[in-house]
C-alpha cells in the first residue's frame, strides 16, 4: 500500500486537481490538497491517478504540493449550534466566521472545539439501549428539545454516563458497547440516515397560504417543486412557507442564488418573531448559504447537506421542511461538473444521470418511524427556475416526474400583482386523496367537495374567459356569466393574499376554509336569482368589495367574521330579488 505522506498534486486545471500516489483511496472520499488544506473530493480513478474536484478557490495550488487523502466521504457534523446558524454547502459556520474558513468540512469554527453545552442524561449507567434511542438532552440548544441519540447500528448497554453538567460537544458524554458517544456526530451527506419503517404521507403539512392549503394542499414527508421564470416569486413563496408552515425545524437552501437576495432572506429570518414560540424565527431554522459565485461543487453537495439535517432533526422525533431555492441551479453545478470531467452530455448539455440525481434527492423525504419508535418526517419543497420561463426544459420536466405536487407560477399572474401567483390551471397535487381522507377523520368532512366544487369553479371560469375574449361577456348566457363571476371572487377574494398585512400573511385552515364556503354561497345565490329572471347585469353591479376585502379585514382566527360578511352579501342578493317582487 502507498504511504499516504508521498501523496502529491501533479496537475491543477481549475478546480480540477490530480494527485499521485494517494493510495487506498475510494471515490467520493476527501482529500486535503496543498498547505492550506483546502477540501475536495475524488471524482474519478484511472492508473494510479486521482482527479480531485475541489471545494474552495484552487488559486496558488500547484505541482508538488502535498495532498492528505481523509479516508471517508463529505460528512457533516450533526450536534448542537446547526438550530440559528448560517453555513455553507460543506455545514462549515458562516456566522462570525473569518475570512477564510478552516478546512474542516462539517467542523466547528477554528477554536470552538470548546464549545460547551448542558447535557443532562435521560437513561441509567447499566440500561441496556438500541440504535435510535435517547441517551440524553442537552438543555441550552434552543427553542426545541436537542435530543442526544444512540448512534445508527450500535446497540447494548450504557457502560458509563456523565451526570447532568457542562461539557464541550466533542467530548464523551456516554459509552455505550464500548463505543463512545458524544453530543455531535458525524454522517456522510450522500447516505440516507435509516430509519425503522417509512409511513404513508396523511397528514397535512399547513403552509399558510391559501391557494396551496385549499387547493394543492401538501402531506407532511411529500414533495413539491415550484417552477417559474424570473420574477414571479419563487423566493417570496419558499419565505412565506418557512415563516408560517406547522414544521419543527425549517432548512432554508440557498443554492446558486444571489447573493443579496439570500442576504434579505438570512436578514429577514433574523428579525421574524416566530409565530409558534414568541422568540426568533431563526431559532427554529438552519440556514446553508450557497450563493452563485460560491464554488460549485460546494454548490452541488449544499442541497445534500440540507437533507442530512433535515433527517438527523427527523430522527428526533421533529417534522422537519427543505426548501432548495433552486435546484435548476444545482443542476446547473451537474452540469459544469460533467463537462469538465468529461462525460457525454444528454439533454440541454446536462448529464445524463439528472434524473437520477433528482430521484435521489427527493426521495430522501418521507414521514417515518424512526429506530427510536417516535415519529418524524422531512417535507421537501424545491424551486425550479427554467430558462426563459420553459416548462419543458430538464430540469422541470425531471422534477414533474419524482414529485407529489407542483406550484406553477404563473409570470402573467405575477405582473399583475397577483400573490402568490400559483396557476390553477398548471398545478397539480397527487396528495388530495391521501389528505381527503385525514380531513373526513379530522372533523372536516366537506373539505373535499368544498375542494372539487372550486377547482370545478375555477376551470369553468378559465374556460368562459377564452369564449368571452371571442363574443364578448354580455353574448353568455346568464347562468354562465355568474360562472365568470364566480371564478374572479374565487381569485380575488380567496386565491390572493396579502404577504405584507398582519391580517392576511397567514391563513390558518378554519379561515380559508370560510372564505371558499363565502364564495361558493354567494355563487349560489347568483346563480338561483339569475335563474328567477333577475338579469345578470343588476347582479354583477352589485358591490362585492367586501367580499373581496374580506381576507385582509378579519383576523386569522376569526372565521365567524367572514360568516357575517358573507351574510351581509346575501342580503344585498336577496334585496334584488325582493325588489323585483
Known sequence: MTNRSCAHITRVAGPLVEVEHAGNVAMSDMILLGPSALPGEVVAIQDGVVTVQAYEYTGGLGPGDVAVPQGRPL??????????????????????????????????????????????????????????????????????????????????????????????????????????????????????????????????????????????????GSTAAVPGGFGTGKTVLLQQIAKWCDADVIVYVGCGERGNELAEVVGELFELTDPRTGGRLVDRTVVIANTSNMPMMAREASIYTGVTVAEYFRDMG??????????????????????????????????????SALAAFYERAGQVTTLGGGTGSVTIIGAVSPPGGDLTEPVTAHSERFVRCRWTLDRDLAYARHYPAVSWSASFSRDVDALA????????????????????????????????????????????????????????????????????AYCPPGKGAALVDAVLAVIDACLRTVGEGIPADAIEQLDFGDLVRAREQVGPDDAAGVAQIRDAVLGRLAALDGGRS
Do not use: K
Request: hydrophobic content about 45%.
Open 75 to 220: 460528512s457533516a457534523a450533526l450536534g448542537p449550534g446547526l438550530l440559528g446558524g448560517v453555513f455553507d454547502g460543506l455545514l462549515r459556520p458562516l456566522s462570525d466566521a473569518p475570512t477564510w474558513l478552516s478546512a474542516e468540512a462539517g467542523g466547528t469554527r477554528a477554536g470552538e472545539t470548546a464549545n460547551v453545552r448542558r447535557f443532562v442524561p435521560s437513561v441509567p449507567a447499566g440500561a441496556t439501549v438500541s440504535a435510535g434511542e435517547v441517551l440524553g438532552v442537552v438543555a441550552d440548544a434552543g427553542p426545541l428539545a436537542h435530543r442526544v441519540l444512540v448512534p445508527p447500528e450500535l446497540h447494548g448497554a450504557v457502560e458509563t454516563i456523565v451526570p447532568s453538567g457542562q461539557y464541550r460537544v466533542d467530548e464523551p458524554v456516554a459509552v455505550v458497547a464500548g463505543v463512545p458517544v458524544s453530543m455531535t456526530m458525524s454522517w456522510p451527506v450522500r447516505t440516507p440516515r435509516p430509519v425503522a419503517t417509512r409511513i404513508e404521507a396523511a397528514e397535512p403539512l399547513h403552509t399558510g397560504q391559501r391557494a396551496l392549503d385549499q387547493l394543492y394542499p401538501i402531506a407532511r
Open 318 to 355: 421533529y417534522h422537519a421542511v427543505v426548501m432548495a431555492d433552486s435546484t435548476s441551479r444545482w443542476a446547473e453545478a451537474l452540469r459544469e461538473f460533467a463537462s469538465r470531467t468529461g462525460q457525454l452530455p444528454a439533454e440541454e448539455g446536462y448529464p445524463a444521470g439528472l434524473a
Open 437 to 504: 381522507v385525514h380531513h373526513l377523520d379530522t372533523g372536516d368532512p366537506e373539505w373535499p367537495a368544498r375542494r372539487g366544487r372550486m377547482a370545478g369553479l375555477l376551470a369553468a371560469a378559465d374556460r368562459l374567459a377564452a369564449l368571452t375574449e371571442l363574443v364578448g361577456l354580455s353574448a353568455l348566457p346568464g347562468h354562465e356569466r355568474m360562472t365568470v363571476l364566480g371564478g374572479r371572487l374565487m381569485r380575488e377574494a380567496v386565491l390572493q393574499q396579502n404577504a405584507l398585512s398582519e391580517l392576511d
